[in-house]
Nanobody, 125 residues
């Protein structure tokens, strides 16, 4: 059982930066795959970045490569998403998600078992 709580969202101008945090409780994330998803109004929930807790291997959507960085802090049981050079099209609710196992190619929301409540990111032009 894992509980996830996102924080760090807000309003930022295009070109600015935000760092999202996902704090986990209930279980250690040592054997989990963690993902950040985003969903804009009227659009599907899509994977932004993914990290294997045990190996540290990462995956990024093409739209955020070079701008976003996913990382983890073992001591704090927390996953971060550093977002730089933000664009208006990044505006969405960002969700932290987890599934058991250090999986590769797990990009669909339905593959993840645990979800946070989401945090709103709004990028103004």
């Amino acid at each position: 059982q894992v509980q996830l709580v996102e924080s760090g969202g807000g309003l930022v101008q295009a070109g600015g930066s935000l760092r999202l945090s996902c704090a986990a409780s209930g279980r250690t994330l040592s054997s989990y795959t963690m993902g950040w998803f985003r969903q804009a109004p009227g659009k599907e929930r899509d994977l932004v970045a993914r990290i294997s807790w045990s190996t540290g291997s990462t995956y990024y959507a093409d739209s955020v490569k070079g701008r976003f960085t996913i990382s983890r802090d073992n001591a704090k049981n927390t996953v971060y998403l550093q977002m730089n050079s933000l664009k208006p099209e990044d505006t969405a609710v960002f969700y932290c998600a987890a599934l058991i196992g250090d999986w590769d190619k797990r990009n669909r929301p339905t593959e993840y078992s645990y979800w946070g409540q989401g945090t709103q990111v709004t990028v103004s032009s």
